[in-house]
């Protein structure tokens, strides 16, 4: 790599309990819209905004989502908030990367729903100064989103652009319900098998 020219990398974060095919197909947006070099994987480890009584461990989390990932080189996990036993901060992640990966340009991505509550992050103008912020829609209402970012842009003086990736409604929790209930998913072999995980040991492996 040229070093005069920043890499660009994606952060995708969530709790991944467990990981879906949207998760992929968002990266995967963001990744060929944005010619982004590689796309960090970072499940969370605790969350300021979620309650962990009923979070699959980080070691189970980890390891589905490795699964999901390995056939797609520009993909990878990173263990870094999962390794960090308090509260994990967006931004204090985004200075660790940044210490880490000093010659790279960040695009945090993230959901509409995670917009629609921005503003209650801890330092959102800190998160927008060291990330670009990728937004993907959950529904067909790219309008309304457009609508958001302009309003985001606006207040915290940031670079934010919507995503082109295909809509996909399913979520982590109906997924966790169906497994827990024994019932049909549908997708390909190696998602029943990654969620097969839900109920049993991984191996921690990093990619």
Same mark, same amino acid.
Not at 21 to 45: M, N, R
Not at 118 to 129: A, D, G, V, Y
């Given at each position: 790599?040229?070093?005069?020219?920043?890499?660009? @990398?994606?952060?995708?974060? +969530?709790?991944?309990?467990? %990981?879906?095919?949207?998760?992929?197909? #968002?990266?995967?947006?963001?990744?060929?819209?944005?010619?982004? $070099?590689? @796309?960090?994987?970072?499940?969370?480890? /605790?969350?300021?905004?979620?309650?962990?009584?009923?979070?699959?461990?980080? =070691?189970?989390?980890?390891?589905? @989502?490795?699964?999901? #990932?390995? $056939?797609?080189?520009?993909?990878?996990?990173?263990?870094?908030?999962? $390794?960090?036993?308090?509260?994990?901060?967006?931004?204090?992640?985004?200075? /660790?990367? /940044?210490?880490?990966?000093?010659?790279?340009?960040?695009?945090? #991505?993230? *959901?509409?729903?995670?917009?629609?509550?921005?503003?209650?992050?801890?330092?959102?103008? =800190?998160?927008?100064?060291?990330? !670009? %912020?990728? !937004?993907?829609?959950?529904?067909?209402?790219?309008?309304?989103?457009?609508?958001?970012? &302009? $309003?985001?842009?606006?207040?915290?003086?940031? =670079?934010?652009?919507?995503?082109?990736?295909?809509?996909?409604?399913?979520?982590?929790?109906?997924?966790? &319900?169906? @497994?827990?209930? *024994?019932?049909?998913?549908? +997708? /390909? =072999?190696?998602?029943? &098998?990654?969620? *097969?995980?839900?109920?049993?040991? +991984?191996?921690?492996?990093? %990619?």
């Amino acid at each position: 790599m040229n070093a005069t020219q920043p890499q660009k @990398v994606g952060i995708m974060g +969530g709790t991944f309990d467990p %990981i879906h095919y949207g998760h992929l197909l #968002i990266a995967q947006s963001a990744a060929e819209e944005f010619t982004l $070099d590689q @796309v960090l994987f970072l499940p969370t480890g /605790k969350a300021p905004h979620k309650s962990y009584q009923h979070v699959t461990d980080p =070691e189970r989390r980890c390891d589905m @989502v490795k699964l999901a #990932i390995s $056939d797609n080189p520009k993909f990878k996990l990173s263990f870094l908030e999962v $390794d960090h036993t308090e509260v994990n901060y967006t931004y204090l992640t985004l200075q /660790k990367m /940044k210490e880490q990966f000093n010659n790279s340009k960040f695009y945090f #991505i993230m *959901g509409e729903d995670s917009l629609d509550d921005f503003q209650n992050w801890k330092r959102p103008e =800190e998160i927008c100064r060291l990330a !670009v %912020i990728l !937004v993907a829609s959950r529904n067909a209402g790219k309008s309304s989103l457009e609508r958001k970012l &302009e $309003d985001a842009r606006k207040l915290y003086s940031a =670079e934010m652009f919507a995503l082109n990736s295909p809509d996909f409604s399913v979520s982590s929790r109906e997924i966790r &319900e169906r @497994v827990r209930e *024994g019932k049909r998913i549908r +997708g /390909k =072999e190696f998602f029943k &098998e990654l969620y *097969g995980r839900l109920g049993r040991d +991984g191996d921690r492996a990093e %990619i």
